[in-house]
């Protein structure tokens, strides 16, 4: 029966090529894993960059729903505003019987004309 580890000439194990498969194989192993490493190094650089964008995004949006907020309000009030000073100008009018334009100011007709309402 022959040695499966035969010996060379030298006295050295001579090299069986399932030896060489194998470091074949850990060879294309090594660099398959320092390709997967760089990949995925890769991966977690973006994955960063767009954690920090969804942030400033996030950001963005509490800022536009809070202005908005801020002007909702404002809208509110003006209108709020604009509702008594109808009521005050409607009660004048009822009270003295006259038009509204005989209570209009000296440049109101123009600046109706502008706005595009009478008084």
């Not at 294309?28 to 890769?42: K, S, Y």
């Not at 005050?88 to 003295?96: E, I, P």
């Amino acid at each position: 029966m022959l040695d499966s580890a035969a010996v060379s000439t030298s006295r050295r194990p001579a090299v069986t090529a399932s030896a060489s498969v194998a470091d074949a194989l850990v060879s294309e192993l090594c660099r398959q894993g320092a390709e997967v490493d760089a990949l995925l190094r890769e991966k977690d650089t973006e994955l960063d960059a767009a954690r920090r964008r969804a942030a400033e995004l996030e950001e963005r949006l509490r800022q536009a729903a809070a202005e908005g907020q801020a002007w909702c309000g404002l809208a509110r009030t003006n209108e709020a505003i604009a509702t008594g000073l109808r009521s005050a100008l409607d009660t004048l009018l009822l009270r003295g019987g006259r038009t509204s334009a005989q209570l209009a100011p000296a440049g109101a007709p123009l600046l109706a004309g502008r706005l595009g309402r009478s008084w």
